[in-house]
């Protein structure tokens, strides 16, 4: 049976409709909202498990001047009308860097000279036992539990104890059959109280059926935990002393002294010729180009010179003869060409020359000087910028190949190089891997492979004369890094110099 409902609507205009209303949701007070993961955060958990063995008690002071804003400096631009604007950026505090080390430099050729020791992997004269301790101790982020650890601590995807279990099994049956991991018989078996699903290996009779099975990505992870461990080796490389370091006259850098945290203004232009009077950056990444120790006329490579900074810093020396930026990338090499008209003018870009090819094909020897600034983790942005950030998930081939490319680049840059010149490697992470891990490679790579010959020089010059503007650490073998502190906030800043003999 149908009931037919009949429904009273009050008469109403034509233009007036119903709409349902709508209501808010509320979440209930017990109700949790999950937390995103920043690709920052992504970024600092791997700077916590790979960086903390490392710098050890330093790591503290390190991570949290990573996390808080840099101390900038300004190099003052030579082809500007700059006078009056250093009289006024003195008046706000700061001072001049390289004066501070030119008068700590001279005490430096009289006093410290006997402190660096030649051939050795540090600035400091150490007992080989003491040495063979340190390796010892960083042997031991190799070995299988710690690592095991470590990677439990990521991402939990292998348990210790089960493979601890198989190993000890694995080694019992090893030491009772002399002839390998086969065992012929089942009473051999049965005497040593072991499976034969966990021992026997290469028994091909037998199916064994795979207990854990890791996904591509779980793979790449576990491939790139095994790169972010840095072991040393012996590898054929002298570490020489080098003639004293030249600091370039005509280079102008400000900096505010330690504890001051006043910052610059921004960059203006002068009168005349609308060029800007400064540029603002780190002020360890000069360090990089006084190593490079470039002299008048010499002909210059900066492989991976986007977007400019250290470029600039050579320009204003007015030193080379010629020098060549490269980039890869046709973005970063438009920013590195804006930022050169904005600072020089066009009179004096004769001698500039910029390309964008891949580094890898540079290998013919003509340059006298060769700056290798590869591409690395950038510790600073990965922990301070979400985007552009080489630690989110999309990008995780993008890390597995760094260390090649890494290698490949300094490699190019040394077969670059003449005879008698010197190459430059630096980069912006405390990663050791990527800092005397790369140079530890290439020179064995090159040794192996070719007949070029290299010297390593002693840079403990540069971190004698630069201590009181920056912050140095003691642990590397092929070069100097100046680390991060709350004071001192610079960095971080790894450099090598590299000598081709040969």
Known sequence: MITHVRILIPKCSPNVAFVTKRTKFKMKPDQKKTPSIT???????????????????????????????????????????????????????????????????KNYTTTSKNQISVGNFSGKQEEPENFEN?????????????????????????????????????????????????????????????????????????????????????????????QSVYTPMDVRVDIVKPPAVALPSNLTVLAFPPGNTGMFPEPKPDVPGGYLCHFMMDGASILPVIALGVQEGDSVLDLCAAPGGKSLVMLQTRLPGHLHCNDRSKGRIERLRSIFRQYVPEADQKTL????????????????????????????????????????????????????????????GIQSCKPGGAVVYSTCTLSPVQNDGIVQATIDDIWKNTGINLEIDDLSEMKYIFRDTFKFHDGCRFGQLVVPSLSRNFGPMYFSRIRRVS
């Not at 990965?382 to 680049?409: C, G, I, K, W, Y």
Request: aromatic residues 8%.
């Open 353 to 412: 020359r910029t390309s964008l090819r891949i580094g890898q094909q540079f290998q013919e020897p003509i340059y006298d000087k060769v700056l290798v600034d590869g591409p690395c983790f950038t510790d600073r942005h990965a922990l301070l910028e979400d985007t552009h950030n080489v630690f989110s998930p999309m990008r995780l081939n993008d890390r597995l190949e760094m260390p090649n490319l890494q290698r490949e680049l300094l490699r190019a």
């Open 39 to 105: 690709n920052s955060d992504r970024a600092l958990e791997h700077f916590d498990l790979y960086y903390k063995p490392v710098f050890g008690k330093l790591w503290p002071s390190i991570r949290i001047s990573l996390l808080t804003a840099k101390k900038s400096s300004v190099v003052i631009n030579n082809f500007s009308q700059y006078e009056e604007h250093i009289h006024y950026l003195l008046s706000l505090g700061a001072k001049d860097i390289l004066t501070k080390a030119r008068n700590r430099q």
């Open 134 to 226: 340190r390796l010892s101790d960083m042997r031991k982020f190799t070995e299988i539990a710690p690592f095991e650890k470590r990677l439990s601590d990521m991402r939990k995807v292998t348990e210790n104890a089960p493979f601890e279990k198989r190993l000890s099994d694995m080694r019992k049956v090893t030491e009772n059959n002399p002839n390998g991991n086969i065992v012929e018989t089942e009473n051999d078996f049965l005497q040593n109280n072991i499976t034969l699903g966990e021992t026997d290996r290469q028994n091909l009779d037998v199916f064994l059926p795979a207990k854990t099975i890791y996904s591509e990505h779980t793979q790449k992870r576990l491939t790139e935990a095994r």
